[in-house]
């Protein structure tokens, strides 16, 4: 039975804070993983980071470059179509994961097979990686930090690709009552707070749902 992970990973102009990201995707213990990456035509030096990454093998690591830039919701589904693994993943390029992360979800979903996906708690940390707070994905949701069951993510449509920001949101209101969504209590996504945070951007807090 195929239990791999694909993590995916979408990038735009995070350079700064993408190697930490793609080393936390690459360092999950205790299970088979593909990280894919999805730069969505960045203007820094994240093609440099990218290129350090280079020398890994395809199946472990996999990177693609859009001509433009499309937004997060496109290259997510781009992401999600080129991905081969049973269940998924997203890590934003400016955020980090904890190495068990991968493991506990995917476990949960084996065992609990109503489950649409998981989600897991995250700790809000500076641009120094310090602690800032603890946050319940059940109260407060996020986009990534959530493995879903792959099939059943592609049955739904995936994400909604003319969405630029809030796609997760919209995902949840199509999603209705069909599915379980499930919430396991341990923090193991790390939420990056800094000065260039998408969810600050005046786009996005006018993005309606």
């Known amino acids: 039975m195929n239990d791999l992970v694909s993590i995916i990973i979408t990038n735009y102009n995070y350079g700064k804070f993408l190697s930490r990201a793609i080393r936390s995707c690459l360092s999950q213990e205790h299970l088979h993983f593909e990280v894919i990456i999805i730069d969505d035509n960045s203007e820094d030096e994240s093609h440099n980071i990218l290129e350090s990454f ?3 093998p395809k199946e472990k690591i996999r990177v693609f470059k859009n001509k433009e830039n499309k937004g997060v919701a496109f290259s997510s589904n781009f992401g999600l179509h080129r991905s081969i693994g049973r269940f998924c993943i997203r890590v934003d390029a400016d955020d980090f994961i904890a190495p068990e992360t ?3 979800l995917k476990t949960y979903l084996q065992k609990n097979r109503e489950a649409f996906c998981v989600s897991c708690d995250y700790w809000l940390v500076d641009e120094y990686e310090n602690k800032i707070k603890r946050e319940y994905a059940k109260e407060k949701n996020i986009s990534c930090g959530i493995m879903y069951r792959r099939d059943l993510l592609l049955e739904l449509g995936g994400y909604n690709g003319d969405m630029r920001h809030r ?7 199509r999603l209705g009552n069909k599915y379980k969504i499930h919430h396991l209590e341990l923090p193991f996504y790390r939420y990056r707070m ?12 006018k993005t309606k749902i």
């Open 194 to 205: 800094h000065s260039c945070n998408k969810t600050k951007s005046n786009e996005y807090l």
């Open 167 to 173: 796609e997760e949101e919209e995902l949840r209101k």
């Open 54 to 56: 280079s020398f890994l």
């Open 102 to 104: 991968c493991y506990f």
